[in-house]
């Protein structure tokens, strides 16, 4: 279980600006940026209602799929949002996101990241720039489990100040899946060592976040019977629909023990993906939602 701050577990279990933008009156001009994909585990959609006079965001809403930190990260961000004008909102970085809410676990400062990206693309399509994406930018797929370039993981690195491959791990998932890119972005880090050492770079000085060090147990004994009711309904109000999106689906088979035997239907079915969702976003939501321990196997009848 993550040591969460009392602001996040506050921010996920009461989230702020929860939903989607439909109205757009008159002099406003309502725009979208979106981030993620529910593979990787964590997507975002983040709408804004922006004034267009005063280029001041009015109103911000977000649809997040994806755990604690990403839900309490996006209710943040809209918070901090919410009455900006739109060039002070671009100069929001991940890091204050994460001040925001009393620091993250360094495990799930990719949601702040998610955050702060979904913010820029929501500007940009406001400002008519087209976003490059992070699979086609200059510097060319890192890692492939993760569609991670090149250019993010530098950007990131130095944006934060990082120093390990572990670190751009917790920051942008890149190196998380089978490892075959570590190697590679060793190289990027010490790459961008070097231009410090030369005088090259100036990293940007980022306020040092402290983690919350009281551990939060939010999670009580359940009888067996409470954790599989409780497992249909997190997969009936929170994967179900999502999975839908895409045409997919997911049917409880069993639990035995920690063990969640799930069925993948419809594009799930034979999906180059599949193990993705099924660990990124099928167990990582159940994790969350229902117990830690939780292993989830596709099971084929
Ligand atoms: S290529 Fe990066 S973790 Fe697999």
Same mark, same amino acid.
């Given at each position: 279980?993550?040591?969460?701050?009392?602001?996040?577990?506050?921010?996920? $279990?009461?989230?702020?600006?929860?939903?989607?933008i439909? !109205?757009q009156?008159?002099g406003t001009k309502v725009v979208t940026g979106e981030v993620?994909?529910?593979?990787?585990?964590?997507?975002?959609r983040l709408h804004l209602k922006i004034d267009e006079d005063t280029q001041t965001i009015?109103?911000? /809403?977000?649809? @997040?799929?994806?755990?604690?930190?990403?839900?309490?990260?996006?209710?943040?961000?809209?918070?901090? =949002?919410?009455?900006?004008k739109v060039d002070d909102a671009m100069?929001?970085?991940?890091?204050?996101?994460?001040?925001?809410?009393? +620091? =993250?676990?360094?495990? /799930?400062?990719?949601?702040?990241?998610?955050?702060?990206e979904a913010l820029e693309a929501a500007i940009y399509s406001y400002k008519g720039i087209p976003l490059e994406t992070?699979?086609e930018d !200059?510097?060319? =797929?890192?890692?492939?489990?993760? +569609? &991670?370039?090149?250019?993010?993981? /530098?950007?990131?690195?130095?944006?934060?100040?990082?120093?390990?491959?572990?670190?751009? #791990?917790?920051? %942008?998932?890149? +190196?998380?899946?089978?490892?075959?890119?570590?190697?590679?972005?060793?190289?990027?880090?010490? !790459?961008? !060592?070097?231009?410090?050492?030369?005088? &090259?770079? &100036?990293?940007? @000085?980022? $306020?040092?976040?402290?983690?919350?060090? #009281?551990?939060?147990?939010?999670?009580?004994?359940?009888?067996?019977? $409470?954790?599989?009711?409780?497992?249909?309904? *997190?997969?009936?109000?929170?994967? /179900?629909? &999502?999975?839908?999106?895409?045409? +997919?689906?997911?049917?409880?088979?069993?639990?035995?023990?920690?063990? %969640?035997? *799930?069925?993948?239907?419809?594009?799930?079915?034979?999906?180059?993906?599949? #193990?993705?969702?099924?660990?990124?976003?099928?167990?990582? #939501?159940?994790?969350?939602?229902?117990?830690?321990?939780?292993?989830?196997?596709?099971?084929?009848?």
């Amino acid at each position: 279980m993550w040591d969460y701050t009392d602001q996040v577990m506050e921010h996920f $279990q009461n989230p702020q600006n929860q939903g989607s933008i439909t !109205e757009q009156e008159q002099g406003t001009k309502v725009v979208t940026g979106e981030v993620g994909s529910i593979a990787c585990g964590d997507a975002l959609r983040l709408h804004l209602k922006i004034d267009e006079d005063t280029q001041t965001i009015t109103d911000a /809403k977000f649809q @997040t799929f994806g755990c604690a930190s990403a839900i309490a990260s996006s209710s943040a961000l809209t918070q901090l =949002l919410k009455g900006k004008k739109v060039d002070d909102a671009m100069q929001l970085t991940n890091r204050q996101i994460a001040d925001y809410l009393g +620091g =993250l676990p360094e495990e /799930k400062m990719h949601c702040s990241v998610m955050g702060q990206e979904a913010l820029e693309a929501a500007i940009y399509s406001y400002k008519g720039i087209p976003l490059e994406t992070h699979e086609e930018d !200059e510097g060319g =797929l890192i890692c492939s489990c993760f +569609g &991670v370039s090149d250019s993010r993981i /530098k950007r990131i690195i130095r944006e934060n100040d990082l120093v390990t491959a572990e670190e751009v #791990t917790n920051y %942008v998932k890149a +190196g998380g899946g089978c490892g075959s890119c570590l190697a590679d972005i060793d190289d990027i880090i010490a !790459e961008i !060592e070097q231009e410090r050492a030369n005088g &090259v770079v &100036v990293a940007p @000085t980022s $306020q040092v976040v402290t983690p919350e060090t #009281t551990p939060v147990n939010t999670v009580k004994p359940l009888t067996n019977l $409470q954790k599989i009711t409780k497992i249909q309904q *997190v997969l009936e109000e929170q994967i /179900k629909p &999502v999975l839908a999106e895409d045409g +997919g689906d997911v049917e409880l088979f069993d639990v035995e023990g920690d063990i %969640v035997k *799930v069925i993948l239907k419809g594009s799930c079915n034979g999906c180059a993906s599949s #193990t993705e969702t099924l660990k990124f976003a099928i167990e990582a #939501t159940l994790k969350e939602a229902v117990l830690p321990t939780l292993v989830v196997q596709s099971v084929q009848i």
